[in-house]
């Protein structure tokens, strides 16, 4: 169980391109999900989280305007990183956590996007 | 400013051995924490969590929480070179807050 998927894997692309990646819990709802991103051979840096139906809230620093986030249902978010530029290369993950459930249950993670901003 | 520290490492052990990796937190009222165990390329995958003082096992991974000294810890037991890998601690906190904070993590590498 609690099953995250998380597509494309890889994405590489022209500077000045936007792309999405989408996040889908599987076998789960999830009322919140969350976005990373983890440069080489550092930690994950949360980037925002998502809830269902509402907006997202974003970390300091995160343009909110530069990432997207949408989570439209209870097993779908999406992050649209807009005219991407080489900066912006990275190791994208989500995770997701279940739905009706307290905090302090635990985030699952997808397989995360590679981009590759040329 | 909530941290979680753990040693970078690379912590080496021999097959057979017994793994620890240590981590500790600045923030007193964390309330849950987790483990997760990230191989070179890949994304995190949850291998133990525990909210209770004590010890929590799990086949060959033992959790172990001292909220006094704002300290937990993974063991594994039976170390196998499939164990190597970066070991992630993260802790939510009180309030109500949805948000993990993790540490760097631990390189682990299992010598056959």
């Known amino acids: 169980g609690a099953v995250v998927s998380q597509h494309p894997s890889r994405v590489i692309c022209k500077s000045g391109t936007s792309v999405k990646i989408e996040c889908r819990s599987l076998d789960f709802q999830a009322t919140t999900m969350f976005w990373y991103r983890q440069f080489p051979k550092q930690s994950l840096m949360l980037m925002a989280t998502?809830?269902?139906?509402?907006?997202?809230?974003?970390e300091q620093g995160v343009e909110k305007d530069k990432f997207l986030i949408n989570h439209a249902s209870l097993t779908l978010s999406t992050l649209t990183v807009t005219s991407a530029h080489p900066e912006d290369s990275s190791f994208y993950i989500c995770?997701?956590?279940?739905?009706?459930?307290?905090?302090?249950?635990?985030?699952?993670f997808g397989d995360g996007t590679r981009l590759s901003i040329l | 400013q909530k941290e979680v520290e753990q040693n970078s490492g690379p912590l080496s052990v021999p097959e057979g051995a017994i793994a620890s990796l240590n981590c500790t937190y600045s923030d007193r009222g964390s309330q849950s924490f987790f483990w997760y165990r990230q191989y070179s390329g890949k994304s995190p995958e949850l291998i133990m969590f525990?909210?209770?003082?004590g010890d929590k096992e799990d086949g060959r991974f033992t959790a172990q929480l001292n909220k006094a000294s704002q300290y937990v810890s993974l063991l594994i037991r039976d170390s196998q070179p499939s164990d190597s890998a970066t070991y992630l601690c993260a802790v939510n906190t009180r309030g109500g807050s949805e948000k993990l904070v993790f540490g760097k993590g631990t390189k682990l590498t299992v010598n056959p």
């Open positions: 525990i909210y209770s003082n």
């Open positions: 998502s809830n269902e139906g509402s907006k997202a809230t974003y």
């Open positions: 995770s997701a956590r279940s739905a009706g459930l307290s905090s302090n249950q635990p985030q699952h």
